[in-house]
């Protein structure tokens, strides 16, 4: 718990700020990094982070080493591939 504490810090964060983030995040994947994030510096481990997320672990534990890296530029989703998105109007 600590240890991602003190990464947020490093970047300028505190964990109530995660929370503001998972709320004004522009789409569902970073959300869900941002709620990772969240719940580690809550002291949840990643095995319980990556099931209540339903995720395996491993994606979830390179998400943590890139945000240590890069901070919060890291938990952007970029769309890469796939089908446009469909307007939602």
Same mark, same amino acid.
């Given at each position: 718990m600590d240890? !991602? !504490?003190?990464?947020?810090?490093?970047?300028g964060l505190e964990v109530g700020q !995660?929370? #503001?983030?998972?709320?004004?995040?522009p +789409?569902? #994947?970073e959300r869900e990094?941002?709620?990772a994030l969240g719940r580690l510096a809550q002291g949840w481990s990643a095995a319980t982070v990556a099931?209540?997320?339903? #995720?395996?672990?491993?994606?979830l534990g390179a998400g943590v080493a890139a945000f240590r890296a890069q901070g919060p530029p890291a938990v952007?989703? +970029?769309?890469?591939?796939?089908s446009?998105?469909?307007d939602r109007r």
């Open positions: 240890d !991602v !504490v003190t990464m947020l810090s490093r970047w !995660v929370r #503001r983030r998972i709320d004004r995040a +789409d569902a #994947r990094r941002w709620h099931e209540a997320l339903e #995720r395996a672990a491993p994606p952007s989703f +970029d769309r890469t591939g796939g446009p998105r469909r």
